[in-house]
């Protein structure tokens, strides 16, 4: 594909375009990964940008493919290159009208964990969410019902974070049979 | 073939046999061992393949599967548990009437496996009590019924399970 792109002047996605004239504050980054466009938006807007994608009629990003989230606290040149922002929210899109797919990420300082909720909008955000909100501990602001998924309820901690320990911190062997809901 | 019921038991002329009742009741607890599957995982595929037609356990006298552990005797895990599930499994083996026997198929059932991580449990034995150990990452359908048989062979030299020591002890 980059060989392509550098042979023949490829004209800039219609996604680019768009998000640059109307969203330019927004977009803090811009690249491309294996054929699919990856833009960095910024917190602020993170909502009002994806509702753009998902309701402008040319865009139409009507499908979320995915939510999850990184955690870039050992990633020095991420860190660097987004204002110390340790984790990276990403949301992956679809758009059945030929626009294909696009990754949204959204920088998240460990300082404040909050993001709008995107379940308005797509309603699969909402098992997405709980998973990022279990394993990294990002807090969704207007989520219906935002609990752990996949861990126990009443687990301390986020696995996905890195320095969390591999083998934990003693859940495995402490777990209390009476407190879970079987 | 002829009704075997272990060291003990005499045919005498004709039709006579005589035994112990506990030999009789083992005898049919042998041969008609209800397993109340627990497949979470990879190994659960390899339990599915032992008791479909190609391995057959029903050969063994084990065909009876049970999805309710109310109605069966022999609890074999296979596969990963996490510990959001050991609770879920504690109760099922719970929920079995006694005498109650246990396999531990696969690593992961065993002792973690590979999977030294915070989830999950590092050997069910911790949890419930196992009679039967079976290695592999998965066993072969062949260790299933070897277990199967090491049960059985439990059951004629008319050893308590795992369980009911636990209780007596
Ligand atoms: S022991 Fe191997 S095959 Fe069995 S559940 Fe674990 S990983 Fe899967």
């Known amino acids: 594909m980059s060989e392509e792109n550098q042979v023949e002047e490829q004209p800039k996605p219609l996604i680019l375009q768009k998000l640059e004239t109307n969203y330019a504050d927004a977009l803090l980054a811009q690249d491309a990964a294996r054929g699919t466009v990856v833009v960095v938006i910024h917190k602020e807007q993170a909502y009002a940008v994806l509702e753009y994608l998902k309701t402008d009629p040319e865009l139409a990003y009507t499908f979320l493919v995915d939510v999850t989230a990184v955690d870039n606290s050992q990633m020095e040149s991420e860190l660097m290159q987004f204002d110390y922002a340790r984790f990276m929210v990403v949301y992956q899109l679809y758009s059945y009208q030929g626009q294909g797919r696009l990754r949204v990420k959204v920088p998240v300082h460990e300082n404040d964990l909050n993001i709008p909720s995107v379940t308005g909008l797509w309603k699969g955000a909402n098992w997405l969410e709980r998973e990022t909100y279990d394993m990294f501990g990002i807090h969704f602001d207007g989520h219906p019902d ?12 986020y696995p996905l974070r890195k320095d969390y320990p591999l083998r934990g911190r003693g859940e495995r062997e402490s777990f209390n049979f009476e407190k879970q809901n079987v | 073939m002829g009704l075997d019921f272990g060291q003990g ?72 548990i996490s510990i959001k599930m050991m609770p879920v499994l504690k109760r099922i083996y719970d929920q079995m009437p006694d005498p109650k026997w246990v396999i531990s198929m696969g690593a992961c059932a065993s002792c973690g496996g590979v999977f030294d991580t915070y989830t999950l449990i590092q050997g069910v034995d911790q949890f419930i009590p196992v009679d039967v150990y079976i290695p592999g990452c998965p066993p072969r359908p062949e260790d299933l019924i070897d277990a199967v048989i090491q049960v059985q062979q439990k059951i004629t030299s008319g050893a308590s399970p795992k369980g009911v020591e636990a209780v007596y002890e």
């Open chain 1, 146 to 157: 935002l609990r752990r998924i996949l861990m126990p309820d009443d687990f301390e901690g």
């Open chain 2, 9 to 80: 038991a005499e045919q005498t002329d004709g039709n006579i046999i005589t035994t112990t009742i506990d030999k009789v009741v083992n005898w049919g607890r042998k041969n008609s061992l209800w397993p109340m599957p627990f497949g979470t995982a990879c190994c659960a595929i390899e339990m599915m393949a032992t008791l479909a037609s190609k391995f057959d356990l029903s050969r063994f006298g084990s065909e009876a599967i049970r999805f309710s552990p109310r109605q069966s005797d022999l609890l074999i895990v296979s596969g990963r």
